[in-house]
């Protein structure tokens, strides 16, 4: 199992350009998220996914756009790349428990500089 | 504000010594918290999920503490080896809903030799 795997790995965007950041998965988790991660802040969510064609905000998804058209595939949409928006960029999977104790998988991250 | 503290932000200790890192979280009610460990450079991988029966755990030598009284936990290294230098990430209660998590901003730990 590859796990959660992320491209690409760096990328650099003028602003107002325009990316999509790749996310797979080979879990067959049920649900995904997108985090982006700050100097000296905690991990932020941006959306997430409980199931393909099912996508929902979290805390910070301004600026940011998902789809779900597969179990494996969660891609994240920047439309018109800020200089804000310069952070690392972390995909991950997981399923979903009742009791709540599910372990989610991180991918590698993507480091985008918006210049 | 940021519902999950930790303490301290940056710890320096030398190859063999146990060190203690804390955190302090206000997200309420509790169902589970966890402690995940950050290499540079890569993602976080999960070291320990608590729920709150449980007030204490271990994973070799990691061992996590919880207070949910205090609403308090703590990752405790044990002989500590220079693969344990990482950020340290406490991530509380989910918050509307199971899959929305709150991280706290990490302890970054440093080993040398």
């Known amino acids: 199992n590859a796990g959660v795997t992320q491209t690409p790995k760096f990328r650099i965007l003028k602003i107002g350009q325009s990316m999509t950041l790749q996310c797979t998965q080979d879990m067959n988790h049920n649900y995904m998220y997108w985090y982006r991660q700050d100097p000296g802040m905690g991990l932020k969510l941006i959306y997430y996914s409980v199931g393909a064609g099912i996508t929902d905000k979290g805390e910070v998804p301004n600026g940011y756009n998902v789809s779900r058209s597969t179990t494996e595939d969660f891609p994240l949409r920047l439309e018109l790349a800020a200089p804000s928006q310069t952070s690392v960029y972390f995909c991950?999977?997981?399923?979903?428990?009742?009791?709540?104790?599910?372990?989610?998988?991180f991918g590698p991250g993507t480091r985008l500089t918006v210049t | 504000k940021n519902q999950v503290e930790q303490s301290p932000q940056s710890l320096i200790i030398l190859e063999g010594k146990n060190c203690t890192l804390q955190?302090?979280?206000?997200?309420?009610?509790?169902?589970?918290l966890r402690w995940y460990k950050q290499d540079t450079g890569r993602g976080p991988v999960s070291l320990t999920i608590?729920?709150?029966?449980?007030n204490t755990k271990s994973n070799g030598r990691y061992t996590a503490t919880l207070d949910a009284d205090t609403k308090q936990s703590s990752l405790h290294i044990t002989a500590s080896q220079l693969s344990d230098s990482a950020s340290y990430i406490c991530?509380?209660?989910?918050?509307?809903?199971?899959?929305?998590?709150?991280f706290g901003a990490g302890t970054r730990l440093a080993v040398h030799p």
């Open positions: 991950a999977s997981s399923y979903s428990l009742s009791s709540g104790t599910y372990e989610q998988y």
């Open positions: 955190c302090n979280y206000t997200v309420s009610p509790f169902s589970n």
């Open positions: 991530v509380g209660p989910p918050r509307g809903g199971y899959n929305k998590l709150i």
């Open positions: 608590m729920t709150f029966s449980e």
